[in-house]
Nanobody, 124 residues
């Protein structure tokens, strides 16, 4: 079992930055690719970013590319999402997820583990 707990969400203004964290416990953190997904009100959960087990490879959704950066600290078992130049349309609940596979598109149904999410609200 892997337990995932997100933190760092909040209310910010458009153009601001925010860093999300996801603390992992349980099985060996480095064997899993780690993901960020998000779900806006009345929308489906969508892929945001992925990073592989070693942290040497990452991919992003087109909507966040160049603004968001995913990273991981395997020593601390923590996943991060640095979000810059936030837009109103980034408002969503952000979830971290873990899976042994590395997928660069939405594969939410394949994820082995999910956190409960943290809310990010971007205002104008």
């Amino acid at each position: 079992q892997v337990q995932l707990v997100e933190s760092g969400g909040g209310l910010v203004q458009a153009g601001d930055s925010l860093r999300l964290s996801c603390a992992a416990s349980g099985r060996t953190f480095s064997v899993y690719s780690m993901y960020w997904y998000r779900q806006a009100p009345e929308k489906e959960r969508e892929f945001v970013a992925v990073i592989n087990g070693s942290g040497g490879r990452a991919a992003y959704a087109d909507s966040v590319k160049g603004r968001f950066t995913i990273s991981r600290d395997t020593a601390k078992n923590v996943l991060y999402l640095q979000m810059n130049s936030l837009k109103i349309e980034d408002t969503a609940v952000y979830y971290c997820a873990a899976d042994p596979g590395y997928y660069t598109q939405g594969m939410a149904h394949r994820m082995d583990y999910w956190g409960k999410g943290t809310l990010v609200t971007v205002s104008s």
